[in-house]
């Protein structure tokens, strides 16, 4: 297919704030500090965060991912992702003779606390995310015995509990806003004494997306949002877009994925990119996007983003030392 030609009815509305939230900006940092620190190879239980360039990009430089704690040889680095792991997985490292990088986001960490808060305190915690998904592993894991998964409204009729005056729901912090929100209705029509958690789990970050998308998605023909299959965050943008009106959304990982039968018809298309989202993957397809016409670019925000996060406090110390201790400590060959 040919290129189009520029028209002045052609044009792009691109979402603010978009792309790296300071979680995600924070755990690709401490990889790039680690390898950088103790050289290669570094492990990553996971994928650091949920986008394929990423994981790509530092496959490159010496990240080794894993799915499984015990693929780590003993002596090495293991590096925790931006989603959070449960307690059973730091016990895995140490009994591996793991030195470890605690690269969970802050505010997943913050779940996690809340988690182990009310299961002390003995209530049932019901935990609305996506069943599978590593955030909710993790922060399950932290109390399995009080908490349990609410994928949704149609989850709520199945809900039981022991005491319906001891009951608090917690979320997994990158769902859509509206959608939590229609499942923390049904549970408190259920439970009417249910507690909500101090402040709200949904992240500040994927809140700001789905805010700028939905300001776009009633003018927008045709809504992009970069972002990897496996990005909860990214795949909810395409939903607040339907819902805001927008014809037709679709997910990208990179530019030649577009479909230029998507733009037949439309004027305006919305871009947007999840929160594990690096800018030169937006940059590309507002070009690719430019050669077919769609040159005039406004931007439609709707907050800014000042928050940034510390890196993980084990990038100050002696790692590689560290794991060669612990194997001489407790036997065993490193690797």
């Not at 900006?25 to 394929?52: C, M, S, T």
């Not at 932290?142 to 709520?156: K, N, R, T």
């Not at 927008?220 to 009106?245: F, M, Q, T, Y």
């Amino acid at each position: 297919m040919g290129r189009m030609t520029a028209s002045p009815g052609r044009r792009v509305l691109l979402a603010a704030p978009r792309g790296y939230c300071a979680g995600v900006d924070r755990a690709v940092i401490a990889v790039e500090k680690a390898l950088e620190q103790y050289g290669a190879p570094v492990y990553v239980r996971h994928e650091i965060v949920h986008n394929k360039y990423v994981v790509q990009t530092l496959e490159k430089k010496g990240a080794i991912f894993v799915e499984r704690t015990e693929e780590v040889p003993p002596g090495n680095i293991v590096m925790f992702s931006a989603h959070g792991v449960a307690p059973v997985v730091h016990e895995e490292a140490e009994r591996g003779r793991l030195a470890t990088i605690d690269a969970t986001c802050p505010l997943v960490t913050k779940v996690h606390k809340e988690a182990v808060r009310f299961a002390n305190d003995d209530y049932d915690i019901l935990l609305i995310g996506h069943e599978g998904h590593e955030e909710v592993i993790g922060t399950s894991g932290e109390a399995p015995d009080h908490i349990q998964l609410v994928d949704g409204p149609d989850d709520v009729a199945k809900v039981e509990v022991r005491d319906p005056s001891r009951v608090v729901w917690l979320s997994q912090t990158t769902l859509s806003v509206d959608e939590t929100m229609e499942t923390v209705d049904a549970l408190k029509e259920k439970f009417p004494q249910l507690i909500s958690p101090p402040s709200d789990d949904i992240c500040y970050a994927t809140q700001n997306r789905q805010l700028a998308v939905k300001q776009m998605g009633a003018e927008a023909d045709l809504v992009i949002v970069v972002g990897s299959r496996n990005s909860s965050n990214s795949k909810r943008l395409v939903e607040v877009a339907k819902l805001a009106g927008a014809r037709a959304a679709y997910l990208v990982d990179f530019a030649d994925e577009i479909d230029e039968a998507w733009l037949e018809g439309v004027s305006t298309v919305g871009v947007t990119s999840g929160a594990s989202v690096p800018e030169v993957l937006v940059e590309q397809v507002l070009e690719w996007l430019s050669g077919r016409g769609f040159e005039d670019v406004e931007i439609v925000k709707a907050a800014e983003e000042s928050i940034t996060f510390s890196l993980p406090k084990e990038l100050r110390r002696d790692l590689r030392e560290e794991a060669a201790a612990l194997v001489a400590e407790r036997g065993g060959s490193g690797a």
